[in-house]
């Protein structure tokens, strides 16, 4: 790719994303190789998906889903979650260095300051093809609670610290039961409204949080 500095172990596509509203922009590194979240907002003018926005909100502040671009050292930067060691942080300055697109290099298009990065256009929250995790946590009250992330961990603190509704309605949280990691987004919801189904026609009291059984 041009202007790529020798020695980047990154392996970044030759696609010049776009950095407009409406597309979550957190970069996914598997292994190598670096990708954009891409999942469509919930509004058109959000920089990050539902997943992304709670995770980057609980690890780094309200206040920095709502920026963009989000600044490191007073540079420009990006969030990039690891999937290998589950970890979400904000990029070196050296990534935006080596890959971005200078407006003489693509006259094309008004972007500037963008990163060249692999695109995944099928990754979506429906039919999603990064790992999901399936969880289950027993509530105060004794239901059993089946949720799905992209980060389980983070999703049941989140679950602690902050209830919704229906953890409040029984009680909050108690005690996690299980996880299991599945390949994509769609197994993942089927996974867990199978369990919910299961859970409750086993003659336990189970939800997923979206219509109680």
């Given at each position: 790719m041009a202007g790529?500095?020798?020695?980047?172990?990154?392996?970044?596509?030759?696609?010049?994303?776009?950095?407009?509203?409406?597309?979550?922009?957190?970069?996914?590194?598997?292994?190598?190789?670096?990708?954009l979240c891409?999942?469509?907002?919930?509004?058109?003018?959000?920089h990050y998906c539902l997943d992304c926005y709670e995770?980057?909100?609980?690890?780094?502040?309200?206040?920095?889903?709502?920026?963009?671009?989000?600044?490191?050292?007073?540079?420009?930067?990006?969030?990039?979650?690891d999937y290998k060691t589950e970890n979400c942080f904000l990029i070196p300055s050296t990534w935006v260095q080596n890959y971005t697109i200078s407006n003489r290099a693509s006259?094309?298009?008004?972007?500037?300051?963008?990163?060249?990065?692999?695109?995944?256009?099928?990754?979506?929250k429906k039919g999603g093809i990064y790992p999901c995790y399936v969880?289950?946590?027993?509530?105060?009250?004794?239901?059993?609670?089946?949720?799905?992330?992209?980060d389980y961990k983070i999703r049941l603190k989140q679950h602690q610290k902050s209830p919704g509704a229906e953890l409040k309605k029984h009680g909050g949280f108690k005690e996690e039961i299980y996880h299991v990691q599945v390949d994509n987004?769609?197994?993942?919801?089927?996974?867990?409204?199978?369990l919910v189904n299961i859970l409750n026609g086993a003659g336990?009291?189970?939800t997923n949080g979206k219509k109680l059984h």
């Open positions: 790529q500095r020798k020695g980047s172990a990154l392996n970044f596509s030759d696609f010049n994303t776009d950095e407009k509203a409406g597309f979550c922009k957190l970069l996914e590194k598997d292994g190598d190789d670096v990708s891409l999942t469509k907002t919930k509004k058109s003018e959000f995770m980057i909100k609980y690890l780094f502040g309200l206040e920095e889903t709502k920026v963009w671009p989000p600044k490191r050292d007073g540079n420009e930067s990006r969030y990039c979650y006259k094309s298009t008004s972007m500037s300051g963008g990163i060249d990065v692999k695109t995944q256009p099928f990754q979506s969880y289950l946590f027993r509530m105060k009250d004794n239901v059993i609670y089946v949720g799905e992330a992209k987004r769609v197994l993942a919801e089927q996974l867990e409204q199978l336990f009291s189970a």
